[in-house]
């Protein structure tokens, strides 16, 4: 009996010996200091682009292209990285703000402006001059058109600059005459009453030959001298001419067609008188008539 106690004392003995044994050779060959932990790490980090094992959080950037905002999470370096591999298209007279180079930070702004050309081809008309030359046969005060004027007709093309589809600048490109303008010629009458200078007298006559009473002799009588004073060549800045100072509307109205005729002047006044129209047609001198 005293053996058998003293073989389990053995026993017991080897049994806590051995798991002591199994519980330092497990330690001794797994376990690993903070640097070994951290070697094996950084050691077994691939070394391809794709799939590198990120460390550091991403940036964030906010891009607006065009008129459309878009936020992103992103670990490129620059601003060429970042359009590149999210796929901006963009051209090279694009505008990119801040440049391709600049570094990318936390929570960086970048615009892209698109910029866009366009051709707009229009017709346009060229206005054409008027020029005046003078001419004796006219009577004084005429006008007549010699020449009709017409107007040229010029292609230009224009190239419309876009921003963001918003037209910011137009300017010309091309511009070709397809035809030249044509002047219009305008002639001026310079010709004046070969009967200028005659005296009262001689047109008094006139007038008491056409008239039928006094009042019609000495009231154009009286109007002849406060328009004229008797001359048949008067021209008020080309607007009242001749003997009792009509313009040409008026006379041609009451039956004149020379209005550097006297006699004619008389006849078609005699005509106003008896159709009432003294004080509408002479204002001024039809108070001081007889």
Known sequence: MKYFFSFLERKSFLKTFFICLTSLIFLTGFAYSDEDRNSWNLESIPEEENNIIRIFPPKRVTVIYADE???LLTYEENVREVLQNHNFSYADYDIILPSLDYEIKDKSLIRIVLIEKELITTREEIPFKTTRTQD???DYGIEK?????????KEITYEGIYENNELIEKRIYR??????P???VIALGTKTSA???????????IVDRATEDEWERETLKS??????HCNDAKNNINRYLGLLQFNRNTFEHYGG???WDGEQQILSALNILRAGGLSHHWPACSQNTY
Do not use: A, Y
């Open 175 to 180: 511009e070709e005459v397809l035809r030249e």
């Open 136 to 138: 004796s046969s006219l």
């Open 145 to 153: 058109v010699i020449q009709s004027g017409l107007m040229g007709i």
């Open 195 to 205: 009967m200028g200078g005659r005296n009262c007298p001689h047109w008094f006559e």
């Open 257 to 259: 067609k020379d209005i």
């Open 182 to 184: 044509i002047d219009k």
């Open 69 to 71: 905002k878009i936020d």
């Open 223 to 228: 109007l002849i001298r406060c328009e004229s």
